[in-house]
């Protein structure tokens, strides 16, 4: 009688083709999520769905809220005892891009806000950035947690969580 042969290389190759299908499966039934993961680990910013408050830094003996050492914002008007974020009062910002490995001159940055509690998706702001510095003027008319998403050029740069009082 004959030895029939391949039949460890036909299980293996059944075996990958089913495992195949389950991770198109998941991909399709999951991508939005593993999108969102995805994201945020390429911005090395906090998962968006841990919605924690992003701690402040320090840079050049200023106080900034942002990503370290990719983006800072900082408050420039209104009294010194308000809070960097206060409800439905408008305020002027300095906005620094702080990666030394990117040249942003020229470039334009977008800022939008989404609330944690409504979910609502405002334009904060949109203007050139000029010696990795630029300006914003927006407010959050809400109380509570926003999400703070910083495009340039049209492509996501850093996100990070403040707090409107």
């Known amino acids: 009688m004959e030895k029939k042969k391949g039949l460890i290389p036909s299980i293996i190759f059944g075996l990958i083709i089913l495992l ?55 408050k420039v008007n209104g009294e010194s005892d308000e809070p960097e974020f206060p409800v439905s009062e408008g305020r002027l910002y300095h906005v620094y891009f702080l990666d030394s490995d990117e040249d942003f001159n020229g470039k334009r940055y977008k800022m939008e806000a989404t609330h944690k509690d409504t979910g609502e998706t405002v334009q904060l702001y949109e203007w050139d950035i000029d010696s990795k510095q630029s300006g914003a003027k927006f407010v959050l008319e809400k109380e509570g947690l926003w999400k703070i998403d910083v495009s340039v050029g049209d492509e996501p740069y850093t996100s990070f969580i403040v707090e409107a009082k």
């Open 20 to 74: 195949s299908l389950l991770v198109l499966t998941f991909f399709i039934f999951r991508g939005e999520y593993i999108l969102e993961m995805i994201k945020d680990g390429l911005t090395e910013d906090q998962p968006v769905s841990s919605w924690e408050l992003s701690p402040t830094f320090t840079y050049e003996n200023m106080t900034l809220h942002g990503t370290e050492g990719r983006f800072g914002i900082m």
